[in-house]
């Protein structure tokens, strides 16, 4: 197994002074390709800024990062921007897709915004990717239209659009019934098995934690597991 | 950056109501713009017309001769000159340049003149008239006589002299009555009425003559030569311009309108000032009115901005979306604004026909393209500052997680 990504004493503290608040305290961590992750830990224990500073949407207080053998914490907006389009896709918890598209369209994105245009090999691999979701019949629907589980299958399949090594995934099941979060939940091992794609999912769900190989638990601004 | 453009177009069309008002203020401010170059261009146009429209736009007169030098014994300079007021100057060799001004770019017409003053005398009535004496078939090169004649023909044969309508009235004549011309030289010719003509100028119509040049050559003994040359040009704006040329390829003293008209044409700057002013307040209103409608969709869609920036788009292309969506509204709304203000002015009457009384409007001074131009780049102008703000949108805080 190779490593993917590793994060050595890293610190996030929030705001300055008497209301700093410090939510990473010298967390090291990490991923092996393939790998299939939960993040675990109470509210307010620092998953959404761990997934975010792994996202390399911001940046950690200190500490180093490197991923693909790239080091993180030295690289500037524009690399960081192009690094995370080729390598990184994301799953929020509300999904977050563009309302005046389309199901196709919002998948497409990461790969348009790279080549400037919709190429038709995108296309192409945004169909397969939204039948492999069970949206067959749903493809050119204004994302609108969908209802919450189906909008987080169209999030997932964005993720994987430029077959990133890395999905940060921030309680993707966390807005859905049982029924959606399971099958959400298989589409994801469906893939990491598949196509060795990486996952960390943040949860609070035993049964999505469960179903990883791997269980990452923060307590006081670090990891165990 | 067509995918930019995909998403700007998307990002317009799925408010359309938003967007069509936007549009609408831009171009109503595009109409406004369009209607004040027309009426202060038609304005400035019509001022000319009636005030020069009738005159020389470029005179050549001939320059008053050195004074001969006398160099007296103790090496004084004694200079002789003449005192007087008339101009006795003749262009000697005028007709050898005719044909060299006709040719000049721009020249419409060329008239050699001779003129002085003199006497008409009917009877025991005596009027002064200042005396025109111009080539026949050539008398509406210049004061467009065809068009003010009201009796007669405006044609100056031999022995024909042609008169302004008060002069005649005054004088009581009828087309076909003779009567004397006498010169400021002394010379005394009999000419036959041969036309009236009405300009509505009061000093012409009560003074003016005009006869054919060969009756000026006698009447101010002047066998060769003539007083002045006097030009009418296709625009007459490029009087200054022309009259340089001519003066060069010449070496006569070319002289356009505008050095005796400095009033007018300091009355017609300011107007276009004033033009200027209005129009950059039209654009200013545009300005304002794209930055903040485009300020508050930045707002709006900062969640989207931070998904997408999240998703691996630069901040380069979120400017380009934003300033995008600001160059295409400024060109649908300058379009339009420019179609409306095309529509608008259509009823009114052309350059040609402007009567007193109505407004100027010069459906073909709307500097339709020019507003479009601007108009866009006051829009593109006008995203810039919402495009910057929307590209500097933090992922980690939009997207709110
Ligand atoms: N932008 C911020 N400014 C200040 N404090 C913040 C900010 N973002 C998060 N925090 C604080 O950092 C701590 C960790 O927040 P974080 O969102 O990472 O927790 P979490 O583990 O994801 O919680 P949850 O399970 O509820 O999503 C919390 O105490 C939170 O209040
Ligand atoms: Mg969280």
């Given amino acids: 197994m190779t490593t993917l990504l590793e994060v050595r004493d890293l610190f996030k503290t929030y705001g300055a002074g008497d209301t700093a608040t410090r939510v990473l305290r010298g967390l090291s961590l990490h991923l092996e390709e393939g790998e299939l992750a939960a993040l675990l830990g109470p509210s307010g224990s620092g998953k959404s800024t761990l997934l975010t500073i792994l996202g390399t949407l911001m940046k950690p207080t200190s500490g180093s990062y490197t991923m693909l053998g790239q080091d993180m914490i030295a690289a500037n907006d524009a690399e960081l921007t192009e690094f995370r389009n080729a390598h990184i896709g994301f799953v929020f918890q509300f999904h977050n897709l563009l309302p005046d598209f389309t199901a196709l369209e919002n998948v497409v994105f990461p790969s348009a915004v790279r080549a400037g245009r919709e190429t038709p090999a995108a296309r192409a691999r945004g169909r397969d990717l939204l039948k492999r979701m069970g949206l067959a019949d749903r493809i050119d629907y204004p994302t609108a239209n969908l209802s919450g589980g189906q909008k987080q299958r169209v999030a997932v399949a964005r993720a994987l659009m430029n077959s990133p090594e890395l999905v940060l995934a921030d309680e993707p099941t966390g807005n859905l019934d049982r029924a959606s979060a399971t099958q959400v939940m298989e589409l994801l091992s469906e893939i990491n098995r598949e196509e060795g794609t990486t996952f960390l999912i943040s949860t609070h769900d035993e049964k999505i934690a469960a179903a990883c190989q791997r269980q990452i638990v923060v307590v006081d601004g670090n990891v165990t597991g | ?401």
């Fill in chain 2, 1 to 401: 950056m067509l995918y930019g453009l995909k998403i700007a177009t998307r990002y317009l069309t799925a408010n359309k109501g938003q967007t069509a008002l936007l549009v609408t203020g831009v171009a109503v401010g595009v109409f406004i713009f369009i209607f004040m170059s027309a009426l202060i261009g038609g304005l400035a146009e019509f001022i000319l017309a009636r005030t020069v429209g009738d005159l020389s736009h470029i005179t050549i007169e001939a320059e008053t001769e050195d004074p001969a030098l006398l160099v007296a014994s103790e090496g004084h300079v004694l200079a002789v000159t003449e005192r007087g007021r008339t101009r006795d100057a003749t262009l000697a060799e005028a007709a050898t340049w005719l044909p060299l001004i006709e040719t000049v770019a721009g020249v419409k017409a060329v008239s050699p003149e001779i003129t002085g003053a003199g006497f008409l005398t009917r009877g025991a009535q005596v009027a002064q008239v200042s005396v025109v004496g111009v080539e026949a078939g050539r008398e509406s090169a210049i004061l467009d006589l065809a068009s003010y004649m009201v009796e007669g023909e405006e044609r100056v044969g031999s022995g024909v002299i042609v008169l302004g309508r008060d002069l005649a009235d005054d004088l009581a004549l009828s087309i076909g009555q003779a009567l004397h011309l006498e010169s400021s030289k002394g010379i005394t010719a009999n000419l036959t009425l041969g036309g009236i003509f009405e300009t509505g100028n009061g000093s012409m119509d009560s003074a003016r003559a005009f006869v054919s040049l060969s009756t000026a050559r006698t009447l101010f003994s002047m066998p060769q030569g003539v007083t002045q040359i006097e030009i009418k040009l296709d625009d007459l704006n490029a009087a200054d311009a022309t009259a340089l040329r001519i003066q060069s390829l010449t070496g006569l003293n070319a002289v356009p309108w505008t050095d005796d008209a400095e009033q007018l044409m300091e009355a017609l700057d300011a107007q276009a000032q004033t033009g200027y002013f209005l129009k950059a307040f039209a654009l200013i209103t545009i300005v304002i009115g794209v930055a903040s409608a485009l300020l508050l969709s930045t707002y709006r869609r900062r969640p989207e901005i931070g998904i997408m920036r999240a998703m691996g788009a630069g901040r380069g292309f979120v400017v380009f979306v934003f300033v995008t969506q600001g160059a295409l509204i400024g060109l649908l709304g300058g379009i339009m604004g420019a179609g409306l203000g095309y529509l608008a002015l259509l009823p009114f009457p052309t350059r040609e026909a402007f009567r007193p009384g109505t407004l100027p409007l010069d459906i073909t001074q709307g500097s339709y393209g020019l507003a479009i131009t601007l108009t866009v780049i006051a829009a593109i102008l006008a995203s810039i500052l919402p495009a910057r703000s929307a590209a500097r949108v933090d992922p980690v805080t939009a997207i709110g997680q």
